[in-house]
């Protein structure tokens, strides 16, 4: 019924940037019950972890450990979520996953985000 597709991810150095999208596809009607859109990250042995969510308001929050380094924001018109992520650490290395809640919840297939120092 909708389908959450994340982009962006890559290989970076400390202190460098990087820009996740996750576009959701499918009905749209499905898509506009959503109430809130999340990226997690997942690094092998580890669970995974929420990294950023929002509201369909808009109201947003961060783990300690990103916060002042990545911004969540949501464009509705394409149907699309971002994560802004600076000053990248490599403790950041993982796999970004995009989900999203409502009715029914959606995963993402996750996008790689590799740091080096």
């Known amino acids: 019924q909708v389908q959450l597709v994340e982009s962006g991810g890559g290989l970076v150095q400390a202190g460098g940037s990087l820009r996740l999208s996750c576009a959701a596809s499918?009905?749209?009607?499905?898509?506009?019950?959503?109430?809130?859109y999340g990226w997690y990250r997942q690094t092998p042995g580890k669970q995974r972890e929420l990294v950023a969510g929002?509201?369909?308001?808009?109201?947003?929050n961060y783990a300690d450990s990103v916060k002042g380094r990545f911004t969540i924001s949501r464009d509705s018109a394409k149907n699309t979520v971002y994560l802004q992520m600076n000053t990248l650490k490599p403790e950041d290395t993982a796999v970004y996953y995009c989900?999203?809640?409502?009715?029914?919840?959606?995963w993402g297939q996750g996008t790689q985000v590799t740091v080096s120092s």
């Open positions: 499918g009905n749209i009607f499905s898509i506009n019950t959503m109430y809130w």
């Open positions: 989900k999203s809640q409502g009715p029914n919840d959606y």
């Open positions: 929002i509201t369909s308001r808009g109201v947003t």
